[in-house]
């Protein structure tokens, strides 16, 4: 997940920054989450081991669970949320500050993990959390540039809306994770059944943010091979974020997201000529430690544990 997301991270950037006919990012997700609906069907496919079990398997679980997929439509709405709310902040913030307040993203993840799974983490763990999240920031440091162009801006409408993000951001993931483990439901089911209501959700998306645009140009206007190889790497990372989620947990993937910003940021020093600084090469060293602090003590999180005896004012406390 980690070299696909580095991967993915450079070869946006290139498509974004290379080609002159730019092409519209929202049909991009869309066409990502087309192609995840139709690896999932595949694998599921192939995990019942005929054509007849697939159709039984779709039908039961799909087709004739409306529950089970409201159920998943929760994290699609969620992330629409989040993506809206992040927009609003970014309009309202210095990036610099924005850069800062959205890696509470993290942590927020972790105590999202506490409360719904009833997990426990180490002081130390508690401490990697934490660790990461200033190395992120540190990462992704730029320094606030003095700019002619003079926005108004809404600082306390700009905080709110970077807190209503973290919150979803991490509300949805420990969601998904908890959906995912709290039933013996093939994985890739449970990915099916959210891949269709994220296919309505981006479409909804293509429509308000470039309908008129789409229309006049064409939804595969400025499409090239590089643009569809990205679009493949999307697709294949958000299917290893769904087993990382699975087989490890959000924190986890929030690790690994990470290190990808690490690797990806010292491949565009190669590719594209960036120039490291102090800032980087601490952050990048922050993240290293954190990850393997996080990673010493040994955790079944593969399912949700039984409930603990605390209640979740006692385990907010201990937080």
């Known amino acids: 997940m980690t070299l696909v997301a580095a991967t993915y991270t450079v ?79 970014l309009s309202n913030l210095d990036a610099a500050v924005y850069q800062v307040t959205y890696q509470l993203k993290i942590p927020c993840t972790a105590l999202c993990t506490v409360l719904m799974l009833k997990r426990t983490l180490s002081k130390l763990q508690w401490f990697s959390v934490f660790m990461l999240c200033g190395g992120v920031t ?59 209501s994220g296919i309505a959700v981006t479409l909804f998306g293509v429509y308000v943010s470039d309908g008129a645009q789409v229309l006049e140009k064409g939804f595969f206007y400025g499409y090239t091979h590089y643009v569809w190889f990205v679009i493949f790497l999307a697709s294949v990372g958000g299917l290893y974020t769904s087993i990382v989620v699975k087989y490890t947990d959000n924190i986890m993937k929030g690790f690994s997201a990470a290190a990808a910003i690490v690797l990806s940021t010292v491949a565009s020093v190669i590719l594209f000529g960036l120039q490291l600084t102090t800032t980087f090469s601490v952050g990048a060293f922050l993240v290293c430690i954190s990850i393997y602090f996080y990673g010493l003590p040994r955790q079944d999180t593969t399912k949700i544990q039984p409930a603990e005896t605390k209640s979740s004012k006692e385990r907010l406390d201990t937080v």
């Not at 700019?147 to 919150?167: D, S």
């Open 138 to 196: 540190l990462v992704q440091w730029e320094p606030a540039q003095a700019t002619k162009v003079q926005v108004e801006q809404n600082p306390w409408l700009g905080f709110g809306a970077i807190a209503v993000a973290v919150l979803c951001s991490g509300f949805a993931g420990v969601y998904f994770e908890k959906v995912l483990k709290s039933s013996d439901t093939s994985l890739w089911v449970r990915n099916i059944q959210m891949y269709l």
């Open 11 to 89: 070869a946006l950037r290139y498509t974004r920054t290379v080609q002159t006919e730019l092409y519209f990012s929202t049909t991009a997700v869309c066409i990502t989450e087309v192609i995840k609906l139709f690896f999932s069907v595949g694998i599921l496919a192939k995990e019942s081991g005929s054509l007849a079990r697939l159709v039984t398997s779709l039908k039961e679980n799909v087709f004739g669970s409306p529950k089970e997929l409201l159920k998943l439509s929760v994290p699609s709405l969620v992330y629409a949320l989040q993506n809206n709310m992040a927009f609003v902040a």
